[in-house]
C-alpha cells in the first residue's frame, strides 16, 4: 500500500519530532519532571497523529470495476442523498476521516472544465455545503453525456488537490484529486442513467457501481 504525497508534512515532521521528544531526554540524562515525563508524552501523542495520517492519506491497491456501460463511485463513503431533478440525478457522498480520501474517474472521457469554487466550510451533513463550500468542480464528457464530480470541502477538510487538468483524456477510474480530512464528494449523472443507489449505503472508489449506462 502506497501513501499519498500530500500526507507526507502531516506524516513525517510530527513523526520525527514524537520521536526525539521521546527518545533525546533519555539519552542525554535528563531526570527534571518536564524532560523526563511531559515532553516524552507530548511526543507520543505527535507519534500517534503521524501514524493516523499514514493510514489517513493510504493509496491501497485495488481492481477497477471497468465497464463501458458502468458508472463507477468517485469515492470512498456513504451516500447521504440520492435526488432526481428535471435533467439530472445527483448523489452526494460523505467522507468520513476513517475513508480512503483520493477521487476517481467515474467514467472515460475528456475533462472538459476543471472549477474552484471559493466558498466557506459547513459541516458536510449541513443541507447547505454542497452549494456554499469550497469545492473543484471536474466535467468530464463522452458519447453517453456530461458527468460532473465535485469534491466538496468542508470543516475539517479545508483543502481539495487536483491532479488533473482541462483538457486530460481520463479513463474509468483514473485518480484524478484529493480532499484532506474528511468531508463530502457530489457526482451528477445525465438523466438517462439509471441507479438503483440509496442513502445509508457504502461506495468505493473504482469499484462499486452507481449507476447504469442504458
Known amino acids: 500500500m502506497s501513501v499519498l504525497k500530500e500526507g507526507y ?14 527518545i533525546i531526554p533519555r539519552l542525554a540524562g535528563l531526570e527534571a519532571a518536564v524532560f523526563y515525563y511531559i515532553l516524552p508524552a507530548l511526543g507520543i501523542v505527535l507519534v500517534f497523529f503521524a501514524l493516523f495520517c499514514l493510514f489517513f492519506f493510504r493509496d491501497p ?30 448523489i452526494r457522498i460523505f467522507l468520513s476521516v476513517f475513508n480512503v480520501h483520493l477521487q476517481r474517474s467515474p467514467v472515460k472521457g475528456k475533462l472538459t472544465n476543471l472549477e474552484y469554487k471559493k466558498g466557506r466550510f459547513l459541516m458536510a451533513f449541513n443541507p447547505l455545503a454542497h452549494s456554499l463550500n469550497e469545492q473543484n468542480i471536474f466535467t ?31 479513463k474509468q477510474g483514473d485518480k484524478i484529486g484529493c480532499i484532506k480530512f474528511g468531508s463530502q464528494v457530489d457526482i451528477c449523472l445525465p438523466k438517462s442513467v439509471g441507479t438503483a443507489l440509496r442513502s445509508g449505503e457504502t461506495v468505493r ?7 447504469e449506462i442504458p
Open 61 to 90: 491497491a485495488i481492481t477497477i470495476s471497468t465497464g463501458e456501460n458502468h458508472v463507477l463511485s468517485p469515492c470512498n463513503g456513504t451516500v447521504i442523498e440520492v435526488r432526481k431533478e428535471e435533467n439530472e440525478t445527483i
Open 9 to 22: 508534512p502531516f506524516i513525517f515532521p510530527p513523526l520525527a519530532a514524537g520521536l526525539g521528544l521521546v
Open 140 to 170: 468530464i464528457e463522452n458519447e453517453h453525456g456530461r458527468f460532473t464530480v465535485s469534491q466538496v470541502a468542508g470543516f475539517l477538510a479545508r483543502r481539495c488537490v487536483s491532479w488533473v487538468k482541462t483538457g486530460d483524456q481520463l
Open 205 to 211: 472508489a473504482g469499484i462499486t457501481i452507481i449507476g
